[in-house]
């Protein structure tokens, strides 16, 4: 079996670099890149200039990570109302007709701001949410869950959508922020829940050439105050070290956090991971200026969607991460090969 290091030395036995000319005639050659569309938080009030850049681009698939609209109540009549005007969006209809589009939720749309399993409506939520985005999921009753398995020139791209909301219970005890509160349980946090944590390691041992995840909240920004997978511990050193260890390489997407940039870890195994965060298409606030987070490789402050382009060099893919603003701009791109 083909170890995931001997790839990388494969290109450099084929003496290819990033920057070498071998490689940009090369990649200009490999024709039709794999396109994934994606982006999070997507207010209806707000300026909807952008579905019409949006609507003008080329996708294979299109991704929203949530926080896809806003309710102004945070009451289960709020959450179907703020359902109901994103049903007459133009822009969403048109994209709709035109890409295939998979959806997760966030804590908005999930129906209240950083809601978690106690949400006194969360099967009501559930149920709007499957009315409204159609498609297949892994469970029927455990959340909204989902994988898709794209072919390209050959290749196999494993998109891997998950539920940060419906089995997500506080990452600290109630007995910690309350001292009177006493309980003969001990507290276990739990971020996704035992069902889907089989879910995905299976999904994860799917044989292909790339994974990308899908998570509402990012995976590996860790400095901020903010949800974040690093709020449980034990959650995120079982992915990140699931990750280091399966034979796909993998990308990571995640919304929420009203900023678009690019992490990058190295993991124990070698392999380097990313999370490229796409957040605010028309939500992006600029609070965030002073953030501080010591894997970032991109960052950008400004209203947009990411696009993620996916082209093969041998079998190894080389993914273009880019954000692109609502007038069509590209204000950041980061190619690598993901291996
Ligand atoms: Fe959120």
Redo the contacts with the bound molecule.
Sequence with gaps: MESRFSRRQILKLMGLSLCSPAFSKLAVAADTPWVLGFGSCMDTRKNQSFWETLNARSFSHFAFL??NLYPERDTLIGLETAYQKLGLSEGLKKLRERVSVSAIW???DFGADNADASLPFRRESLALFRIFWTQDYASDDDGIYSSQMFEHQGRKIHLILLDARFNRTAYESPKKLDSNLTSSKPFEPSLLGARQWEWLEAELNRPADLKIIGS??QVLSAEHRF?KWMNYPDEYERLVGILGRISAPTLILSG?RHLHEISKKQLVSGRALYDFTSSGFNKAEGLSRFERNKLRVQRNLDDGFGEVQIRWVDNVAYVSMSMIDKTGEVRFTHSDFVV
């Design positions: 949530g926080d966030d804590d908005h509402s909240i949800e929420d």
